[in-house]
């Protein structure tokens, strides 16, 4: 090969590598942004692995979800298609699509899909929860439980919610008893609330109250860091106003809540200001900031709301102003009271809610965006996150995976008690299929994934040129890789995710495959052709037994063949064996000129009519297709790998 052609070569070798590298992280990316809720932004990378062609199944199905869950119903149906008749996906998909139907107005079409939804999963309750509640989204979410939940060691008999992690101390709203002795108040004969602080990761620490005058004798919580104009860091919170006495347009022996700020000052923080958006007439609070610091999200009560107490936004300005409130309008607002939001690393808004439809009375919410970054739904999080009594106050670790929610549900220790919860990241599996002789990777392997549990088939894919694969998977789940090849005999591989740590992200399943003991599979050959009553290798049969060639000298570099031919039965004895003789010794000098060393085939012969693979005798008892099925070349293999003889 010229020096150019050589480089040419290698660089379209390179882009191809690339490209597959490219279209593999494009599942990464499209999973990452798909378990943050950032649907949208998931959206083009599954596209690009359905450009790439890499694991086409799985990109078609996330791309279902993902429109359905933009309630962009349309461009979801088409994706579903492409795999619902397909025996390689769940049946949980049955009812997904039966959903897109559904809301595409397409209601016989739904039907039909929901009842062979239903003869597989005949108890499921969310067929039913869905047709009266059309809460789709929620439902989307909710076909797998993805948080576990567990009491913090440092609740109290009293209210404890609200918890805010920064730099290693977690700060909270309590009714415990401190140095103030506030008293309690009327509402429920508790304490007043106070801001109280652990270290996060110290169990059992005694909490201590926040340093400074932020504390008084009214109720005091929500803290959420942020900076101010200058880039000090500063506290927003939430604290009670309450009039005692008659007041201005009857404000009388009401309690409304105000965000306050507060600075750093001495090793204390000190009261700094009341916000501009706070009233004596409403309330505004439970505040919480994006994070560029460019906006504080609230709730407040104030007139023009759509219910009881709406989610609120301002900006806040470079010099620290803080701009007029903004009502994230209908979608997340209700008749009822939302409150409590909260706004990860990702700009991806949690909620409280009694007005969605829930499994109580609050329940906590996230948000669906399209790619405006416009609200389209919300998804109620499911159990153990919510339960039938208020569960509010989620906040999310940078980390996407812990993170703390408040609840009075049973079995707690006060009134309001602070959980910290786990979400369940993505979990997938992925290895090399290797040839078990060579070591070498094989590509084109089928991969069935099966749930144990179920024994339904969960996805399917191939190995690409590498011998890689990647399969998404449940946690605490059972599974079967069943791999098949035409040149490997198939094999089933278990394993179960029970063991898999939270953090885990990814499970490693090396497979390893042995090759068939039949170089025609091996080699992919085609019928060796000879001329009539002749010996000569002709052009077509000089293409096959080159790939003979390449399997015994580049695959499997010991093995050992012997080389037998073989004719139709028509004529003597005499003339087919010799006949089949030389075409045997053609066949091993092709071979021997081409590469191969003698001692690799140990004989050749010719057995002329003597061993038929069935019972042709002549042109009256035999199609010509029967005929020709007795003129064959054999190469069985004596060897495949050194020390390993095989029996003949």
């Not at 109290?156 to 008293?183: C, I, M, P, V, W």
């Not at 399209?370 to 106050?393: C, K, M, W």
Request: aromatic fraction near 14%.
């Amino acid at each position: 090969m010229k020096p150019t052609k050589a480089y040419i070569a290698l660089f379209a070798l390179l882009i191809g590598c690339s490209l597959v590298s490219a279209q593999y992280g494009a599942q990464q990316r499209g999973d990452y942004y798909f378990s943050k809720f950032s649907y949208a932004k998931a959206i083009p990378e599954y596209e690009l692995m359905l450009n790439g062609g890499v694991n086409t199944s799985y990109a078609h199905q996330q791309l279902a979800e993902c429109y359905l869950l933009l309630r962009d119903f349309k461009k979801s149906i088409p994706h579903f298609e492409a795999i619902i008749h397909s025996d390689a996906i769940s049946k949980d998909q049955y009812f997904k699509y039966a959903m897109a139907l559904y809301s595409d107005g397409q209601l016989e079409a739904s039907e039909e899909w929901l009842k062979k939804y239903k003869k597989y999963n005949k108890n499921d309750s969310r067929v039913n929860r869905f047709l009266k509640e059309g809460n789709l989204a929620s439902i989307v979410f909710n076909s797998q439980e993805r948080y576990q939940l567990d009491i913090v060691t440092f609740n109290s008999e009293h209210s404890d919610f609200g918890a805010y992690l920064h730099q290693g101390k977690l700060y909270f709203a309590s009714g415990r008893t401190n140095h103030l002795t506030k008293g309690n108040y009327g509402w429920n004969n508790e304490p007043w609330l106070d801001i109280f602080w652990v270290y996060d990761d110290i169990p059992f620490y005694d909490p201590e109250p926040l340093e400074g005058n932020v504390n008084s004798k009214f109720h005091e919580s929500s803290p959420v860091y942020s900076t101010d104009y200058a880039k000090d860091t500063i506290i927003y919170f939430t604290r009670n106003n309450y009039f005692d006495k008659k007041a201005a347009y009857g404000a009388e022996n009401e309690i409304n809540l105000k965000i306050y700020s507060a600075k750093r000052k001495d090793g204390k923080w000190m009261e700094d200001r009341s916000l501009p958006i706070n009233s004596d007439y409403y309330s505004t609070g439970h505040p919480t900031v994006n994070k560029e610091r460019t906006r504080i999200y609230y709730t407040s009560d104030m007139p023009g709301g759509y219910g009881g107490t709406d989610i609120y936004y301002s900006e806040i300005h470079e010099r620290g102003g803080i701009g007029k409130p903004v009502n994230l309008g209908p979608v997340i607002n209700t008749e009822g009271n939302e409150m409590f939001p909260f706004i990860n690393e990702e700009g991806q808004l949690f909620f409280s809610s009694e007005g969605h439809v829930g499994f109580g009375q609050l329940d906590v919410f996230s948000t669906i965006t399209d790619e405006e970054g416009e609200f389209v739904d919300v998804i109620n999080l499911g159990t153990p996150i919510n339960s039938p009594a208020d569960d509010f106050a989620y906040y999310g670790f940078p980390n996407g995976i812990d993170g703390y929610v408040s609840s009075n549900r049973e079995g707690g220790v006060g009134s309001d008690d602070i959980y910290r919860f786990r979400f369940s990241p993505a979990l997938e599996v992925e290895g090399y299929v290797t040839d078990g002789i060579n070591l070498k990777p094989l590509d084109s392997v089928q991969l069935t994934l099966f749930d144990q549990k179920t024994n339904t088939i969960i996805a399917q894919t191939f190995s690409d040129e590498k011998g890689y694969y990647k399969f998404p998977l449940q946690r605490k789940t059972p599974y079967m890789i069943e791999a098949v090849r035409s040149t490997h005999p198939h094999k089933n591989v278990f394993f179960d995710t029970s063991r898999a740590s939270f953090s885990q992200k990814t499970l490693r399943q090396d497979i390893v495959l042995d090759p068939v003991l039949d170089l025609k599979l091996l080699a992919g050959l085609k019928k060796i052709y000879f001329d009539f009553d002749m010996s000569n290798i002709r052009p077509d049969a000089a293409v096959e037994l080159d790939k003979v060639i390449h399997v015994m000298n580049d695959l499997y570099p010991d093995m050992i063949i012997a080389l037998e031919s073989h004719t139709d039965p028509m004529g003597t004895h005499e003339y087919n064996d010799d006949l089949s003789e030389r075409r045997a010794y053609s066949t091993y000098k092709y071979l021997i000129d081409n590469g191969i060393e003698k001692n690799r085939i140990v004989s050749y012969k010719g057995f002329g009519k003597r061993r038929p693979v069935n019972d042709c005798t002549s042109f009256q008892d035999c199609s010509p297709e029967d005929l020709e099925l007795n003129r064959r070349t054999e190469f069985p293999i004596l060897q495949i790998k050194k020390g390993k003889q095989l029996a003949k």
